[in-house]
């Protein structure tokens, strides 16, 4: 599967921002949804965000109003603006992908730590 590369996370304190960004170097698909997932140490990896191509945005409730995402087409990718993060929002970030035959692509996750 094509990979997708993460960049932007990195160590924070609490009520900082954090901007992360979701790229596909070498694309062979064109992407039509784009979603951001996180994954804490020790649970379950969670929905944060998902993107159309048509610009339709939907959010988890935790983030909503914090959190905004939006699509790249030239990069079939896109980015994932973190406003005031909370210690609770540390963890691995992933960006998703789908194309137009739902294809599903997967990065490797950027970190990002939260701290008093």
């Known amino acids: 599967q094509v990979q997708l590369v993460e960049s932007g996370g990195g160590r924070v304190q609490a009520g900082e921002s954090l901007r992360l960004s979701c790229v596909a170097p070498r694309s062979v698909f064109t992407a039509v949804e784009i979603g951001w997932w996180r994954e804490a140490q020790g649970k379950q990896r969670e929905w944060v965000a998902t993107v159309l191509i048509d610009g339709r945005r939907r959010y988890a409730q935790d983030f909503e109003g914090r959190f905004a995402i939006t699509m790249d087409k030239g990069k079939n990718g896109g980015d994932l603006q973190m406003n005031d993060l909370q210690l609770d929002d540390t963890g691995v970030y992933f960006c998703?992908?789908?194309?137009?035959?739902?294809?599903?692509?997967w990065g490797r996750g950027t970190q990002v730590t939260v701290s008093l």
């Open positions: 998703t992908a789908k194309d137009i035959y739902d294809n599903s692509y």
